[in-house]
């Protein structure tokens, strides 16, 4: 009973994550409910569990030993990894990431897919020290294979620009970039299609496409 308890949470997550990415749930429910606030709670109630078995085997090592030793890598591993979870979301910069942010590129027709959901406000180099214009412009192959080196399937090239559409890998969350070229300069732009915090997949996917597009040296 005890086992079973802190092996709870991290079931929980673990089938409502697969769920909500196979689209059986939403993200208001797999997600903010059962992971973060049902699970969250399970996790501390599995802590107590961990520790109860820890209690009843110290009165027999041999037998129940190794079932407490279960429960406390289960329960404090979730546990933990609430924890760490929160806390990077907490000191996370905003899920809508631009290069430029005097003229922020559009998401063109992902914008109607987007629909007016997303984060609220566009942050740039202060939030995302990675977040650097190329200062040239590229060639739209080359704005290809960035956004497909990053994960995103591409959904729209031209001389121009280029789209593409990320989906996370446990919940599948959703990340839409576009890279918008110009002579001189080649601006990105990256933004989750919700408004909750992903702990900087943003700031980390537009790092990545500026850093594959700077020049050599």
């Given at each position: 009973m005890l086992l079973a308890l802190s092996l709870a949470a991290p079931l929980l997550v673990l089938v409502a994550a697969l769920l909500?990415?196979?689209?059986?749930?939403?993200?208001?429910?797999?997600?903010?409910?059962?992971?973060?606030?049902?699970?969250?709670?399970?996790?501390?109630?599995?802590?107590?569990?961990?520790?109860?078995?820890?209690?009843?085997?110290?009165?027999?090592?041999?037998?129940?030993?190794?079932?407490?030793?279960?429960?406390v890598v289960a329960a404090g591993g979730t546990?933990?990894?609430?924890?760490?979870?929160?806390?990077?979301?907490?000191?996370?910069?905003?899920?809508?990431?631009?290069?430029?942010?005097a003229e922020i590129p559009g998401f063109?027709?992902?914008?109607?897919?987007?629909?007016?959901?997303?984060?609220?406000?566009?942050?740039?180099?202060?939030?995302?020290?990675?977040?650097?214009?190329?200062?040239?412009?590229?060639?739209?192959?080359?704005a290809i294979w960035a956004l497909e080196k990053a994960g995103f399937t591409l959904r729209g090239a031209g001389v121009a620009r280029a789209d593409g559409t990320r989906e996370g890998f446990w919940?599948?969350?959703?990340h839409d970039a576009v890279i918008r070229i110009r002579p001189g300069r080649t601006d990105i732009r990256v933004a989750a299609r919700d408004a909750r915090s992903h702990g900087g997949d943003a700031c980390e996917l537009v790092s990545d496409i500026s850093?594959?597009?700077q020049p050599a040296g």
């Open positions: 909500t990415r196979a689209g059986g749930l939403s993200f208001e429910t797999g997600y903010d409910l059962l992971t973060m606030k049902v699970g969250w709670w399970l996790s501390i109630a599995g802590v107590a569990a961990a520790l109860g078995a820890v209690v009843l085997a110290l009165r027999d090592v041999r037998r129940l030993g190794l079932m407490a030793l279960a429960a546990l933990g990894g609430f924890v760490w979870h929160n806390g990077r979301q907490a000191s996370a910069p905003p899920e809508d990431i631009s290069t430029d942010l063109g027709d992902l914008g109607d897919e987007r629909g007016n959901r997303g984060p609220r406000a566009t942050a740039g180099v202060e939030a995302c020290p990675g977040a650097l214009p190329v200062m040239k412009q590229i060639a739209p192959e080359s919940f599948g969350f959703d850093a594959s597009l």
